[in-house]
């Protein structure tokens, strides 16, 4: 089974400071993918990235960045947070070719303060 | 810009009734089409999803999806529901490159015994 894990179930930070999300894959996939889920608003994409040190804004990139370097690892960072960045993140990844589904680690559920 | 529409926000079903989950998308080329399901504390899973060949896609637990290419749908069935089918369900579809996806905004499933 493939298996996405994220560093943490819940996080609490204050506004400004810097936050890292990890997500790592052991399925060897190719892209990943960060989200962020709000209610009413499904889930709107960050960043993704398609091979190691290769990444893409996604929908809504601002106030984040991201980074890989190695293929089962992307991190996510908030460089300075703020509260309207509270949300529930989700990480995913999917191989290259069909059918392009996507794998879901369990989220993590961020509070800036 | 793809766009994924999902009609109904909230619907609230007794067991035994039927569902039908409304989702619209927008991108006009080839197109892969997903539903993803999300109970209550889990993580996002894969319930079906359309990538070629028959137009009716059978999923897990029962569900089953139409994609009509005409009308740009790709609606969820299920002819019983169970209390257990309490969810949020989220649409999405692919194309365009790099895999990436669209999410509808979710609809929230709620089965009352």
């Known amino acids: 089974d493939v298996k996405v894990t994220q560093s943490s179930r819940y996080l609490v930070k204050r506004t400004g400071e810097k936050v890292f999300l990890e997500c790592v894959q052991d399925?060897?996939?190719?892209?990943m993918f960060w989200y962020r889920q709000d209610p009413g608003l499904g889930l709107r994409l960050i960043y993704f990235s398609y091979d190691v040190k290769m990444k893409e804004k996604g929908d809504i990139p601002e106030g984040y960045s991201v980074s890989r370097e190695k293929k089962e690892r992307f991190s996510l960072i908030l460089e300075s947070a703020s509260t309207n960045q509270t949300s529930m993140y989700l990480c995913?990844?999917?191989?290259?070719?069909?059918?392009?589904?996507?794998?879901f680690g369990p989220g993590t559920r961020l509070t800036v303060t | 810009a793809q766009s994924v529409s999902q009609h109904n926000h909230h619907v609230i079903l007794s067991e035994a009734a039927s569902l039908e989950l409304g989702c619209n998308y927008s991108y006009g080329g080839t197109v892969n089409l997903f539903w993803y399901v999300q109970y209550p504390g889990q993580h996002l899973q894969l319930l079906l999803k359309y990538f070629s060949g028959d137009p009716l896609v059978k999923g897990i637990k029962g569900f089953e999806a139409e994609f009509i290419k005409s009308k740009f749908s790709f609606n969820l069935r299920k002819p019983s529901v169970q209390w257990s089918d309490t969810a949020e369900y989220f649409c999405?579809?692919?194309?365009?490159?790099?895999?990436?996806?669209?999410f509808g905004t979710g609809t929230k499933l709620q089965v009352i015994p």
């Open positions: 399925m060897d996939h190719e892209n």
């Open positions: 995913a990844s999917s191989q290259t070719g069909p059918p392009y589904e996507q794998y």
């Open positions: 999405a579809s692919g194309g365009g490159g790099y895999q990436k996806v669209t």
